[in-house]
Nanobody
């Protein structure tokens, strides 16, 4: 079983910043599509940003573009999500995910779709107050 562990969630005021981290097993990390998703109460799981570890190619949802940045630390097998200019509508449970060792799909809607990913973390809560 692949164990992915998120950390860094918490509370922030609107306009503030948080950074999420996801520790990924090394045999899952290499040459794989990985990403961040979020799910607000009563809503479906939404793709936020994805990255291919082989080339650092990224895809970012329009709702967070210019505010959120996905990145990698290849020496520690950690994926990050830097969240700036937070809004109350960013409040959700955030999950990291990994595919089964393939490149991220070229089509954005597939790259950001939960069905592309096989392995999931347990989630970390982000709450943004107005």
């Amino acid at each position: 079983q692949v164990q992915m562990v998120e950390s860094g969630g918490g509370s922030a005021q609107a306009g503030g910043s948080l950074r999420l981290s996801c520790a990924v097993p090394s045999n899952t990390y290499n040459n794989n599509c990985m990403g961040w998703f979020r799910q607000a109460p009563g809503k479906g799981r939404e793709g936020v940003a994805v990255i291919y570890t082989g080339s650092f190619t990224t895809y970012t949802a329009d709702s967070v573009k210019g505010r959120f940045t996905i990145s990698l630390d290849n020496t520690k097998y950690i994926m990050y999500l830097q969240m700036n200019s937070l809004k109350p509508e960013d409040t959700a449970m955030y999950f990291c995910a990994a595919a089964s060792h393939f490149r991220c799909p070229e089509a954005m809607d597939l790259a950001l779709h939960p069905a592309t990913f096989a392995f999931w973390g347990q989630g970390t809560q982000v709450t943004v107050s107005a």
